[in-house]
C-alpha cells in the first residue's frame, strides 16, 4: 500500500494525517501560546521559538566555521567530506534535546523550518558552503513516512536551501527497506544493516554535482556514511554534511 499523501505548496509530499495534525496545533497554540522549547517555562522573545536566556546559553557548536572540525573528522577514512557541521550540541535533558522531542513527537515543523533558515543564514556567510549546487536530505521509508506524517530533514533541507538559494530535492534519495530501530547498535551493526538501505532514486541530476547532505542528528554517522557512499557511486563531485545536532564526538 502507497503511503496517503498530497503535495503541498512547497512541494514537499504531507499525509493527510500529519495536515489534520498541523491544524490542531495551530488551534492549540492559539488557546495556549507556546513556551521556549529551550526552557520549557519562560515565554520565547517575539518571532522566536527560544527566550532570551535560553537563546543566550544555546549550545552552538560552531564547527560550520572551521573546515576541520570534530563533525569532519568522525568521518575520516570513512567517506570523503568537503565539510561537515551540526547547529547545535546535544545533552541528555538538555534544550537541545527537547527541541528534538518537540520537533519528533509533537509534529511541530515550524521549529525545524526556523532553526533550518537561522543555520542556512550562517551558512551562507561562510566561504566552506560557498559552493553548493543542491541539498539532498536523507530519506525516509515510505512506510516510516506515513507513520510520522513528514520528513524532518527534507523539512530541515528545504529550510536551509530557502535561506542560501540553494534547491532542495527531498526524492533525490530513496530508501529500499524499512529496517528496524538502530537505536543501541553500534557503529559496525549499523553500517552493516543500512548499508544497503539507501540509493539515487533518478528523480534528480546529481552526477558531478557538489552536494550537501542534510539529516537531523548525528550519532555513530552510519546513516550519513550510507547516503553519502550511495552518491559517490554516481559519482558526484563533492559532499558535505550538515545535522541539526551531534552528541559528542
Not at 573528522?73 to 535533558?93: C, D, I
Not at 526556523?114 to 551562507?124: A, F
Request: net charge positive.
Amino acid at each position: 500500500m502507497k503511503p496517503d499523501v498530497r503535495p503541498n505548496a512547497s512541494g514537499f509530499f504531507i499525509s493527510k494525517r500529519f495536515v489534520k495534525a498541523s491544524i490542531i496545533h495551530r488551534f492549540i497554540d492559539l488557546v495556549y501560546p507556546p513556551l521556549c522549547v529551550g526552557c520549557g517555562a519562560s515565554h520565547p522573545l517575539p518571532q522566536h521559538i527560544f527566550c532570551l536566556d535560553c537563546l543566550h546559553e544555546l549550545p552552538e557548536t560552531g564547527y560550520h566555521l572551521h573546515a576541520q572540525n570534530p563533525f569532519v573528522t568522525h568521518f575520516r577514512g570513512r567517506v570523503p567530506v568537503q565539510a561537515g557541521a551540526a547547529f547545535l550540541f546535544f545533552t541528555k535533558g538538555g534544550g537541545t534535546q527537547r527541541l528534538l522531542h518537540q520537533i519528533k513527537y509533537n509534529n511541530n515543523t515550524s521549529l525545524i523550518t526556523t532553526i533550518g533558515r537561522w543555520y542556512g543564514k550562517k551558512l551562507k556567510d561562510e566561504s566552506l558552503w560557498k559552493e553548493i549546487d543542491m541539498i539532498i536530505p536523507v530519506p525516509l521509508h515510505w512506510k516510516k513516512f506515513r507513520q510520522r506524517g513528514y520528513n524532518q530533514s527534507a523539512v530541515f533541507g528545504q529550510a536551509i536551501g530557502e535561506a542560501m538559494g540553494v534547491p532542495c530535492y527531498p526524492s533525490a534519495m530513496l530508501r529500499r527497506t524499512h529496517d528496524a530501530s538502530l537505536t543501541g547498535m553500534n557503529r559496525l551493526k549499523r553500517i552493516e544493516t543500512i548499508q544497503a538501505s539507501f540509493a539515487v532514486s533518478g528523480s534528480a541530476d546529481v552526477r558531478d554535482h557538489h552536494i550537501l547532505l542534510v539529516d537531523d542528528v548525528l550519532t555513530t554517522g552510519a546513516t550519513l556514511e550510507a547516503c553519502a557512499l550511495a552518491l559517490l557511486e554516481v559519482p558526484v563531485a563533492s559532499i558535505r554534511m550538515v545535522t541539526i545536532a551531534c552528541g559528542e564526538l
